[in-house]
């Protein structure tokens, strides 16, 4: 009973948001944010790693209340170790997800976001050592957000949560990133 009672509430509040963009526009979103990237798993004495996440989405508007985006960022993840340690893993990140607006100006987003490993390095005491051959060619997160628009700008905060494993020869790492940005959005 309480679950169909939940249904109802939230249909009766879909249903009540009004018109947020017109069926079937298409617009570009230039974003430039940070990240706060960790690995979860088999791995322990890591913290967060603070990079850079640029980009740019494409948004097709399906109806008033869903959107499907699609984009390519370039963005800086990995995790900090103990002591001076790190691991620096530049991917490209392409994200797809589904926006649905709940309320004006706000969208909630799901997705699936494949990323490609550009580079991997291993920081320790001033040494680095290119550790590329150990990762995955691909790895899989799904991008769980949300994002609120302001006249043209859109800040957008996600969190990706690592589906597939980091490093291909052992282990279970997985990405698990926040992601900020701020982007504007330019109507095409």
Known sequence: MKKILLLAVALVMTLSVS????????????????????LAGDIS???????????????????PLVGLSGGLYYSVQGCEGSGDSKLS??????????????????????????????????????????VKSNMQTIELCVPIG???????????????????KVNKNSGSQRNSVIQITVGYKFDL
């Open 19 to 38: 018109a947020q963009h017109s069926t079937g526009s298409i617009s570009l979103i230039p974003k430039v944010g940070i990240n706060l990237a960790n």
């Open 146 to 164: 949300a994002s609120y628009e302001y006249e043209d700008f859109v800040f957008d905060a996600r969190y990706n949560l690592g589906i597939s």
């Open 89 to 130: 893993i530049d991917e490209l990140n392409i994200p797809l997800l589904a926006n649905f607006y709940v309320a004006d100006n706000f969208a909630l987003k799901i997705g699936l976001q494949p990323g490609i490993i550009v580079s991997a390095n291993s920081k320790f005491d001033k040494n680095s050592i290119d």
């Open 45 to 63: 004495d890591n913290s967060i790693k603070v990079g850079l996440v640029a980009g740019a989405d494409v948004m097709y508007q399906l109806s």
